[in-house]
């Protein structure tokens, strides 16, 4: 199973005592921390967001912190900088993310910027919270598009769906939404498999998307309290579950297959993108199928 760590840089999650730390002394034990973090980690973690939520970042009221103040006095752009050359000089092999739930034009120009200042960036995250109900299609592949045009990797950071009731449309900022119980639904249930179905389906076919990250595989403990998981509190799984598992393993998963070569030797191979291994008795070759191929190249096998 691959990890990913998240975020490195981000401006809500701290230690207290770093509060009464002045803008000078916060951005050396910034660099440090990343430096160490992706470091200590570099056996275990190879794809990292390297900095979260960089729109609002400088201008973020919602509750005092440390990196705020740090981004307003040096910049938006000066973080970006700082997280991923530091992230990057602790392991240059990794792979490091901006990621965001601004999915506006304000997040294109956050990135341009980042990219015509020479800041390296592997992949876009984009976060896809939908506690209000499910976007569509088509406007959730509008953002992928509008994403697409910068060449990099697209990777659907944070997809949320609730089987219980929707949050309220009115509510701006989902973190203020707060009620004394969120329960799954029947009825809930089947609209976030319906929903989920749709979302993957989706995005599993667009060339630029890279990954899509569930946020929550359980009720039990769920961000904002919701009932977002593909499995409930109690363990037992959602349609949601089976409709993941029957798109994941049985769909879009190319099981192991024996077959026979032609007179000349040759075998034909249908799956969908990804790394594939041939083997006969003791040679094996890898090969990929890549995105939006439709036939791949001859590999040659040697027993």
Known sequence: ????????????????????????????????????????????????????????????????????????????????????????????????????????????????????????IDAIGLQTHMHQGYRGEEEILSIVDRFARFGLPLQLTETTFVSGDLMPLEIEDLNDYRVDAWPTTPEGEARQADDIERHYRSLYGHPAVESLTYWGFTDAGAWLGAPSGIVRADGSPKPSYDVLERLIRGEWWTPPTRVRTDDAGRIRVDGVAGSYTVASGDAAVDFEVGRGVETSSVVELTA
């Not at 809500?12 to 803008?23: E, F, I, K, Y």
């Not at 430096?35 to 990292?48: G, M, N, P, S, Y």
């Not at 609002?56 to 103040?69: K, Q, R, Y």
């Open 1 to 120: 199973m691959r990890v990913k760590g998240h975020p490195l840089v981000w401006h809500t999650v701290q230690p207290d005592w770093l509060m009464a730390v002045g803008d000078d002394e916060v951005e050396p034990l910034l660099r440090a921390h990343v430096r160490e973090v992706v470091a200590d980690f570099a056996d275990v973690i190879q794809l990292w967001d390297a900095i979260n939520e960089t729109v609002i970042m400088p201008v973020f009221d919602n509750g005092d912190n440390a990196i705020t103040p740090l981004a307003a006095s040096r910049g938006r752009q000066y973080l970006i900088r700082l997280a991923f050359e530091e992230a990057r000089a602790a392991n240059p092999a990794a792979t490091f993310v901006i990621n965001d739930f601004d999915l506006s034009p304000d997040y294109e120009r956050v990135i341009e910027e980042a990219l015509d200042g020479g800041v390296r």
